[in-house]
């Protein structure tokens, strides 16, 4: 509280001082501080050393990679490079795969894995989750997790799912307001839990369901046709009194006679 964006990084290569420009995924920014593992403000750090480092314009990913460039112009740009790049791939895509169109999708042979973003409170509950999905391993149509990670769900994980038309399952945790509204924007589905076998529920319906799908007859309404009469240009009308349900334009009927 009160520091802003705060990253841990571990210096490999180089010094990194106080002031330097620096980027890391799609965060950039300038070295504003950096704190040793005592809590020490240090003007510099050194390879092998791990420090926190203040001045970022957002939180990077565990896993991002760190670097100082020209100047925080070059950074910027690096990352306005990153940003483009993902939002290209993604509109690439045909519209975001959901659970709910799984289904319709395998039909059409263009799903032939469900790919995966998992994200977590604690990294145990990652693994366990990912265990659980393996599991769940079918012939024709198999989770893939593309990504797993803790924390809550960032923008860069929204913009993963929609570069890869993969699905978001949180465990624990929720989205950051800006991940939500990408998400809606790009059309990525995101489901939260709090107990893992709600999830491989969930997934297995939705992958029996696509390697055999049942198709079920369900009636809107039914009407009693009265009279019938010509017209040019259209044919033959059906005058017909609805006597349940509802009847809408361009639903598919049925005509039945005696039963």
Request: net charge neutral.
């Amino acid at each position: 509280r009160g520091r802003g964006p705060v990253a841990t990084v571990l210096i490999q290569r180089g010094t990194l001082r106080v002031g330097d420009p620096m980027v890391a995924g799609l965060a950039h920014g300038r070295v504003r501080a950096m704190l040793d593992d005592k809590g020490q403000n240090v003007g510099e750090a050194t390879p092998s050393q791990p420090v926190e480092v203040l001045g970022l314009s957002t939180v990077p990913q565990a896993g991002d990679i760190f670097k100082v460039v020209a100047d925080e112009k070059t950074a910027k740009q690096i990352v306005e490079e990153r940003v483009l790049k993902m939002r290209v791939l993604a509109h690439e895509m045909r519209p975001r795969l959901t659970l709910d169109d799984l289904f319709t999708r395998v039909k059409e042979g263009e799903v032939q894995e469900l790919n995966l973003v998992i994200k977590g409170d604690v990294q145990g509950s990652v693994e366990a989750l990912r265990e659980s999905l393996e599991k769940l391993d079918q012939q024709q149509v198999r989770p893939n997790i593309i990504h797993q990670g803790v924390g809550a769900i960032s923008e860069t994980d929204v913009m993963l799912a929609a570069a890869s038309n993969a699905i978001i399952i949180g465990f624990n945790v929720r989205p950051a307001p800006k991940a939500k509204e990408m998400a809606a924007r790009e059309n990525v589905d995101l489901r939260m839990y709090r107990v893992i076998y709600k999830v491989t529920e969930d997934i297995q319906a939705a992958l029996v369901g696509m390697l055999k799908p049942e198709f079920e007859e369900v009636e809107q309404g039914h009407a009693a046709v009265r009279a019938t009469f010509k017209m040019s240009k259209v044919g033959i009308v059906a005058g017909s009194f609805v006597e349940a349900g509802e009847i809408s334009r361009g639903a598919r009927t049925r005509v039945i006679r005696d039963g």
